[in-house]
C-alpha cells in the first residue's frame, strides 16, 4: 500500500516561492509571539499582562498549524474534533479524579473554564498530537515504535513545561509536588492518541510543525532555567 504521507503534490517554481514565503511568515510571527512571551515572564515586573495572551497564542499556533496542512478531508477533521474532546474529557476525570495525573486544579492562565477545565487544554492536546506524530512519521520505523517515540517525545516536552506551568498558574499540584503519575499519564494518553493518530488516513506531512516543537522545547525549557 502506498504510504499516504509521501502523496504530495509536486508544486511549481513560482508556488513553491510563494509557499516557502508563507513559511517564513507564519515561523516569523511565531518567534515574534514566543520571544515576546518569553521576556515578559522572565523579565517583566508584571507577568500577568503577558499571560493573558496565552489562549491566544495557543490559537494562533494551532491556525496556523492547520494552514499547512495539506489536504484537510474530513478524515482530518474527524481526528481533529476527537482529539480535542478526548485531551478535554481525559482533564476532566484527571481534575476530578486524581486517576490520571495526581491531584491538581487548573488556575486561570489558560482562560474558560468548564467542569473546572480550560476549553483551551483541548487545544493544547491536539497540538501537542498532531505536531509529536508529524515529527515521528520522519522515522523509518513501524506505526507502533512512531507512537512510542511520538509519546515520549511529549513527556519531555511535558517535563519542561511543567514547572513553568506551576509558576505562572496553568495549573497547580497537590503539595505544590509534581506526581511521577503524571508523567505516566501523560505517556498513556499521548500513547494512544498516537496510535489513533497513525490509523486515520490523512496526510502526515507539515513543514511548520518542526519549528513549532522547537520553539515550545526552547521557550519552556528557557523559561525552567529562569525559576
Known sequence: MTDITQ???TPTLVSADAYRRRLRWAQGVLLLFHVTGFLGLGFSDDPSFYLQFVPLNLLLTMGLLLAFQPRRTSAFWT?????????????VVGVRTGLLFGQYTYGETLGFKWLNTPLMIGVNWLMLTYSAGILARYLPIPNFLRAIVASLLLV?????????????????????????????????VSL????????????????????????????????????
Open 7 to 9: 502523496q504530495l503534490p
Open 79 to 91: 481526528f481533529c474534533v476527537i482529539t480535542m474532546l478526548v485531551g478535554f474529557f481525559v482533564e
Open 156 to 188: 519531555g516536552l511535558d517535563i519542561c513545561l511543567e514547572p513553568v506551568a506551576v509558576r505562572y498558574d496553568f495549573w497547580e499540584w497537590q503539595y505544590n509536588v509534581i506526581p511521577m503519575l503524571n508523567f505516566k499519564g501523560w505517556f498513556l
Open 192 to 227: 494512544i492518541l498516537q496510535v489513533y493518530f497513525n490509523q486515520v488516513d490523512f496526510v502526515k506531512r507539515n513543514p511548520l510543525v518542526p519549528f513549532v516543537f522547537l520553539l515550545q522545547v526552547l521557550f519552556f525549557f528557557g523559561l525552567g532555567m529562569m525559576l
